[in-house]
Structures are given as structure tokens and as C-alpha cells.
């Protein structure tokens, strides 16, 4: 895995990747990003009014597991659990309803490190 300052990426961007739907679809464009949809099983910010509910709770997700500085040796297990979780969640539970969204690429390298921030990152609304 990479150095763990190079793992996070914007939140920002990551939250824009985490409401998106688009992608893999027959009406959706070719060769246009796709987006995570993980607000369709998960909810990730108070803010949210309509999530979905086969997933966990993402809320607080960094703040409950003490990742106070992402790039820390303390954070680095829940650091590289996180990324192999979003990359390919069947390593971790055979039966996950998760998408391998790495490992099938559904989303980019780039995508997972903004998506890995939004759930990380103290200043994130997910982390408020």
C-alpha cells in the first residue's frame, strides 16, 4: 500500500464521489467517472435526511475509531483496513452486499483516497 499521507485525497471530492449514482448503467455516458453511491447503504453525515440502511453507520466514522491524524503510525490499522475494505470488501466478509469497488473498478485509485479522506479526515463533516 502506499504511504499513508499519499491514501487520503480530498473530502471534498470524496463526498461528491460518495452521493453520486451515476455510473454503469446503460444511459450513462462511456468513459464518464462513476460515483460510489454509498449514501444508497450507508449513512455518512448527520446532514443526511435520506440514506439507505443494508450498510453501517459511517457517521463519525474516523472519530469513533481515534483517528485523530490519518497519517500517524497509531492510524495506520484502520488506515489500510479502511482502503482494503472500499477496494474489495469480499476479502473481508465473503458475504459482504458491499461492491469490490476497487478491485472491479467501479472506482479509481483517486476516487478511494477522496472517498478514504471523507471518512478520515478530522476536518470532514463525516468526523463533526
Excluded at 454503469?24 to 462511456?30: E, K, N, Q, R
Excluded at 452486499?97 to 472506482?107: Q, T
Aim: glycine share 10%; net charge neutral; proline share 5%.
Amino acid at each position: 500500500m502506499a504511504e499513508q499521507r499519499q491514501v487520503l485525497g480530498d473530502w471534498k471530492q470524496g463526498e461528491a464521489i460518495a452521493q453520486s449514482g451515476r455510473g454503469l448503467t446503460w444511459t450513462d455516458t462511456a468513459g464518464a467517472a462513476n460515483g460510489g453511491n454509498c449514501y444508497n447503504c450507508h449513512q455518512i453525515s448527520k446532514e443526511e435526511i435520506s440514506f439507505g440502511t443494508i450498510g453501517p453507520s459511517l457517521y463519525n466514522y474516523g472519530k469513533i475509531r481515534g483517528v485523530s491524524d490519518p497519517a500517524s503510525a497509531a492510524a495506520k490499522p484502520i488506515v489500510e483496513y479502511t482502503w482494503g475494505k472500499i477496494w474489495n470488501a469480499k476479502a473481508y466478509n465473503a458475504c459482504s452486499n458491499m461492491p469490490r469497488s476497487g478491485h472491479m473498478g467501479n472506482l479509481t485509485e483517486q476516487q478511494i483516497q477522496h472517498v478514504m479522506a471523507l471518512l478520515l479526515d478530522p476536518a470532514s463533516p463525516v468526523n463533526k
